[in-house]
């Protein structure tokens, strides 16, 4: 700790950085280590894992089942944001390693996060029910008046859905880790997904790991870093790809995900939070100076470990020393906070989606309430949230065994069109969502934890 404040305060004096990011050692076979030129200088490292199919067995997957995508998106001038869901729907618990059944068609009420009210002319107060002689009858209620719609949008399409296994040839995963880690986040999801025979690819973002960190903020804001992910995508993109990421590593896969909906055939999003534009915080404590950060970088690592895991013992701060979690240089730690800037990822971003999406949150995740992966569950077609008890921040490197299991029973999902038929409407029923009645043809079924 005293060598990281001698750091900050020769940092302050010089006005430069104390170090800059250097490779990571790594017990790791280096022939899965390329190292990819994103842009002149700018050069990230990913793992990339390619596993011999010929002893597996290759091929494609010949089955897959064709789901209708069809929702009508609304957003109103009041901000409400209506979503009518008009094609197939699937059911929330289908995730148990089974084929999942199929929703009739719903429609889903609720309120822009980033709402700010909008002046407008006052409603006019209905009349007072007139007097009657012998029996009173209530006055009928107002009728409400929706608004005229700001802005609509209709997506009409046809999504193949199969099942990916590891011997498929045509299956590409992707890890996307979040800030302040790297690829080694992954190490127990790598060595388990390659073991099956899946081909994996696992970056470092610039300024993580062992890529290269350039010393100027606009090298880390959301758009120069999606477009990196957008480089790697297209040089190791398959036919049927699969992203996984983790806390802000969920808002590339999403970008992804919509920019690509034809190769991306599933998404995994680990602690992603809720399905809002992303803002910076102005008084956030990565608003500092890189060399108070510096000085503070041994506070900072022991309230990542506070709370990022639901346990802070031996095995915890082992994993977080393994995974190179806030082992970066405090320049990039404050550029990477400062640039999370991304007015476009809203809720009607993550409505367009039409990719089957796995929401995996640790109960003791201090970062990320439940409550915004619900709204994300709410808001995207076919999403499928599931809370793991014993985990937190950092889930996948808590607990596992449950993560990989859980994982690989999505990457193997089909849905079940055979009942897609059998369903039938019951305009009558409604539910509550976020406070606000919603109209569906049937009471969704409790969300499985």
Same mark, same amino acid.
């Given at each position: ?26 017990? +790791? &076979?280096?022939? %899965?280590? #390329? ?7 700018? /050069? ?6 390619? *596993? ?50 199929? +929703? &009739?068609?719903? %429609?889903? #009420? ?7 009210? /909008? ?6 107060? *209905? ?323």
């Amino acid at each position: 700790m005293l060598t990281s404040i001698t750091d900050g305060i020769l940092c302050c004096l010089t006005g430069k950085a104390a170090s800059l990011v250097m490779p990571v050692d790594s017990s +790791e &076979p280096a022939d %899965t280590f #390329e190292f990819v030129e994103v842009k002149p200088g700018r /050069v990230l490292r990913v793992r990339h894992i390619m *596993p011999e199919r010929r002893a597996l067995g290759s091929g494609n997957s010949n089955n897959s089942s064709s789901v209708h995508c069809k929702r009508k998106i609304t957003v109103y001038r009041n901000g409400q944001l209506v979503i009518e869901n008009l094609g197939d729907v699937l059911h929330s618990e289908i995730v148990q390693c089974q084929n999942g059944d199929l +929703e &009739p068609c719903s %429609t889903v #009420e609720v309120e822009l996060a980033d709402y700010k009210e /909008v002046p407008t002319s006052p409603e006019p107060k *209905p009349a007072p029910p007139l007097s009657m002689v012998g029996e009173q009858k209530p006055a009928p209620p107002p009728r409400r008046r929706r608004r005229k719609p700001k802005r609509m949008v209709m997506i009409d399409s046809e999504r193949e859905i199969s099942s990916c296994k590891g011997t498929h040839s045509d299956v590409a995963l992707f890890f996307v880790h979040g800030v302040g880690g790297s690829l080694d986040i992954w190490g127990s999801q790598l060595d388990f997904f390659s073991r099956l025979g899946y081909e994996i690819i696992a970056p470092d973002l610039a300024g993580h790991g062992a890529s290269t960190a350039p010393h100027i903020a606009a090298a880390y804001t959301f758009y120069a870093l999606a477009e990196d992910m957008r480089a790697i995508f297209k040089k190791y993109a398959r036919k049927r790809n699969i992203l996984i990421g983790h806390s802000y590593g969920v808002s590339f896969c999403t970008f992804l995900a919509h920019e690509y909906p034809d190769q991306v055939h599933k998404v995994v999003m680990i602690n992603g939070g809720g399905p809002t534009a992303l803002e910076p915080s102005l008084c956030s404590i990565f608003q500092l100076p890189s060399c108070v950060l510096h000085c503070l970088s041994p506070c900072l690592a022991w309230s990542f470990l506070k709370a990022g895991f639901a346990h802070q013992g031996a095995k915890e701060k082992q994993l977080l020393k393994q995974g190179n979690a806030f082992n970066v240089n405090p320049f990039v730690l404050r550029a990477m906070m400062s640039g999370q800037y991304w007015p476009e990822g809203d809720e009607v971003y993550h409505a367009e989606l039409t990719v089957p999406i796995l929401l995996v949150h640790g109960m003791y995740d201090k970062f990320v309430p439940i409550d915004e992966d619900q709204r994300m569950a709410e808001i995207l077609l076919f999403a499928f949230l599931k809370v793991i008890e014993e985990g937190s921040h950092m889930v996948m490197m808590e607990c596992p065994d449950t993560v990989n299991t859980l994982l690989h029973e999505f990457f193997l999902w089909e849905p079940d069109m055979s009942k897609k038929n059998a369903a039938k409407t019951d305009p009558d029923k409604t539910v509550i969502v976020n406070g606000v009645v919603a109209q569906t043809p049937k009471p969704n079924k409790p969300m499985d934890k």
